[in-house]
């Protein structure tokens, strides 16, 4: 299993970004799949989760409204649009195989830091 993420990184507070989560050695199409992150000095904190048709998608309460999951079965990848960012967004975002708080792989994490 691969998770190979792309996107992230230093954003203006109020702005956009997009992650991505590009998968193999797995059928992607029949997994669960979540977004996690963890802010500095603080523990893991899932952020959302998507079936693995698409069709229901699940939000932790501090990104509702804000932050849309997404995923393309043709293509294998997951994906997380990020919109009127936070400060208190900033933190290493993480996919993960797996339904929220049942993960059995993860990407590489990547770094998104909210800042003016």
């Known amino acids: 299993v691969q998770l190979v993420q792309s996107g992230g990184g230093l954003v203006q507070p109020g702005g956009s970004l997009r992650l991505s989560c590009a998968a193999s050695?797995?059928?992607?199409?029949?997994?669960?799949m979540s977004w996690v992150r963890r802010a500095p000095g603080k523990g893991l904190e899932w952020v959302s989760a998507?079936?693995?048709?698409?069709?229901?998608?699940t939000y932790a309460d501090s990104v509702k409204g804000r932050f849309t999951i997404s995923r393309d079965n043709a293509k294998n990848t997951l994906y997380l649009r990020m919109n009127d960012l936070l400060p208190e967004d900033t933190a290493v975002y993480y996919c993960?195989?797996?339904?929220?708080?049942?993960?059995?792989?993860w990407g590489q994490g990547t770094q998104v830091t909210v800042s003016s």
């Open positions: 998507i079936n693995n048709g698409g069709g229901s998608t």
């Open positions: 050695g797995f059928t992607f199409s029949s997994f669960d």
């Open positions: 993960a195989k797996g339904p929220r708080d049942s993960y059995d792989d």
